[in-house]
Nanobody, 115 residues
Framework: QVQLRESGGGSVRPGESRRLSCEFSTTDFNKYTMGWFHQLPGKQRELVATITGGLTPRYGDSMVNRYTISRVNRLKKVFLQIERAGPEDTAVYYC?????????WGPGTQVTVSS
């Protein structure tokens, strides 16, 4: 059974950085474009960033310089670094995987920025 599992969420102090991880239980990880979305309280889910199997990143509007996406194909993991967290980063963060046939979502991990 294909699964996505996020980790690394929790409480973050303003100005600190936090790295989220997502592990994808698939046999052909390299063929998937991986990504992160977040959903702020009361808002729709929106794209943070995606990264192809060939390591090409793409960021959503206003996400550049706030987040850094990366992946390690041999570990079947994708990461999202939250840089200098602020209140606007409080959200549920979802891992995403897509190829030509399928797309999958993780259950999400909550990040709360609070002093």
């Amino acid at each position: 059974q294909v699964q996505l599992r996020e980790s690394g969420g929790g409480s973050v102090r303003p100005g600190e950085s936090r790295r989220l991880s997502c592990e994808f239980s698939t046999t052909d990880f390299n063929k998937y474009t991986m990504g992160w979305f977040h959903q702020l309280p009361g808002k729709q889910r929106e794209l943070v960033a995606t990264i192809t199997g060939g390591l090409t990143p793409r960021y959503g509007d206003s996400m550049v310089n706030r987040y850094t996406i990366s992946r390690v194909n041999r570990l079947k993991k994708v990461f999202l670094q939250i840089e200098r967290a602020g209140p606007e980063d409080t959200a549920v963060y979802y891992c995403y995987a897509k190829n030509d046939q399928s797309e999958y979502w993780g259950p999400g991990t909550q990040v709360t920025v609070s002093s």
